[in-house]
C-alpha cells in the first residue's frame, strides 16, 4: 500500500513538472509583439479595476457612515452591489463594538457599502426584516437581503471577537471578497456553525406603489 502511495504521488509531480515546462516553453516563445499585447491586457485590466474602485467610492465606499432613514437606505440599495448595513440603538454596547470594527472593513473592503441604520428610525425595515436583536447586521446584494448576522453567536459568542472573525463571517454571503480558508475561522476555539442563509428578500421601498410579494421588504 505505502508503495503504491508513493506511485501516485510521483506520478502527481511528474504531471504538475511537465505542465510547468509546457508553460516555461510557451513564455520563452513568446517575442516582443506578444509581450506588448500581455502588457496592454495587463494595463487594460488595471485601469478598469481603478475605474470600478473610483465609482464604488463616488457612492460612498470605502468609509463606514450611517443611513439616517429609510428612504435614504432604499436609495443606497439602488446604487451599490453590496451592502452590509449594522441595525442598531444609542444605547447598546454591543453595537459600538461593531462599529469599531467595520471602520477598518469599510477601508479595506471597498466593493462593499459599510453602514448603519437606527432601528428606531427605520420602523417600517425593521418590521419587514424581522429584526428582533440589536445588533442585527443585515448583508444585502444587489438588493436582496441574503444573509443576517445576528448579535454574536456566529463571531464566537464573546464580545472580544477580531475583525477577521467578523470578515470571515461576512465573507460568507459573498458581499465582500476574501482570500482565506472560508471553511475555517481565523479564530481557534470560535464556533464554526454558520447560520443557514434566508430566503433573499427584494429590498422595497415602503414609498412603491406594488406591495403585494410576501417575500419583499
Known sequence: MEALIQQKVLEVANQVEKQLDAE??????????DLEKLREKRLKELKQIHHQKQTWIAAGHGEYNE?????????????SQNIVCLFYKDDSPRCKIVDEHFKGLAKKHVEARFCKLNVERAPFLTERLKIRVIPTIAIVKDSKTVDFIVGFTDLGNCDDFSTEMLEWRIAHSG?????????????????????????????????????SDADEI
Not at 24 to 33: A, G, I, R, T, Y
Not at 67 to 74: C, L, V
Not at 176 to 188: A, M, Q, R, V
Open 24 to 33: 516555461l516553453e510557451q513564455l520563452e516563445k513568446l517575442d516582443s509583439d
Open 67 to 79: 443611513i439616517y432613514n429609510e428612504k435614504e437606505f432604499f436609495e443606497v440599495s439602488k446604487k
Open 175 to 211: 458581499a465582500i471578497s476574501y482570500n482565506g480558508d472560508l471553511l475555517n475561522p481565523p479564530e481557534k476555539g470560535a464556533k464554526k456553525k454558520i447560520t443557514h442563509l434566508k430566503k433573499p428578500k427584494t429590498i422595497r421601498s415602503k414609498y412603491d406603489s406594488d406591495d
